[in-house]
């Protein structure tokens, strides 16, 4: 390690934008990755800095242009776009008895990322079998996400809870509708395998529909898991 520290005193000195010269302590060095501590001031945390010789103009790179930051590959994650499926056979509680919905059901949605939070509208559409024939179902909605950690560029993995509430028509084969208020809260998973703008999510929790059309109650409910992917710009 001796022997590397003559050939990077020149950049041991460096100037952040708009600051003065920091002086940069090498700890320790390891492949092309070191370990340094600097003697006054703060690194921005994500940002990119250009070392050079004392004296010579320094500058802090845009993350977006450094080599090998998240900006360099793909773009920031203020918004997303994503699309689940579902595909659920959940319990139908009547005044009459029980019996079973199966369901095949798209959902889309629009999402603005503030790191912690996350929260949108979104859009459904389906089919339901309660063994009367299918049924088309359409409604509209709104999700909000509680990330266990910041979603930003970088990060390729999170955790946490989440909750999707849509207000639903479903029309009968025989002309027949109803309409649903549908509550879905559930833990969830987001992996970012290819990147920082595409992600894969799983989630795991539990649907409730309560249908109040004609004067009969119905609840359908039951656990269910849920998958899709989301593309962030």
């Known amino acids: 390690m001796k022997s590397l520290l003559p050939a990077l005193f020149p950049a041991l000195l460096f100037l952040a934008e708009g600051a003065s010269a920091q002086t ?3 700890r320790r060095v390891k492949g092309k990755q070191a370990v340094v501590h600097i003697t006054e001031g703060q690194l921005k945390d994500g940002a990119t800095y250009r070392l050079s010789a004392p ?6 790179i845009p993350a977006a242009e450094g080599p090998g930051s998240a900006g360099a590959e793909d773009s920031s994650r203020h918004r997303s776009l994503g699309l689940s499926f579902t595909l659920s056979s959940l319990k139908v509680s009547t005044d009459f008895g029980d019996s079973s919905s199966n369901t095949l059901s798209l959902s889309g949605r629009y999402g ?3 790191g912690q939070s ?4 979104t859009l459904v559409l389906g089919t339901t079998d309660r063994g009367t024939g299918a049924a088309t179902t359409f409604g509209f909605g709104g999700f909000f996400d509680w990330n266990f950690g910041l979603n930003k560029p970088g990060v390729t993995r999170l955790y946490g809870v989440g909750f999707e509430a849509a207000f639903l028509n479903t029309s009968g084969p025989a002309g027949a509708g109803s309409n649903n208020l549908s509550l879905f809260p559930s833990v969830f998973v987001k992996w970012f395998p290819l990147g920082n703008s595409c992600a894969l999510r799983a989630d795991l929790g539990y649907s409730h529909q309560d249908d109040n059309t ?6 359908t409910q039951g656990f269910l ?9």
């Open 24 to 26: 940069v302590v090498v």
């Open 118 to 121: 996350e929260l949108g509208p």
């Open 214 to 219: 004609g004067g009969r109650k119905s609840k």
């Open 225 to 233: 898991a849920q998958g899709g992917l989301a593309v962030y710009y």
């Open 112 to 114: 603005w990322n503030f």
């Open 55 to 60: 004296g010579a103009e320094s500058e802090t």
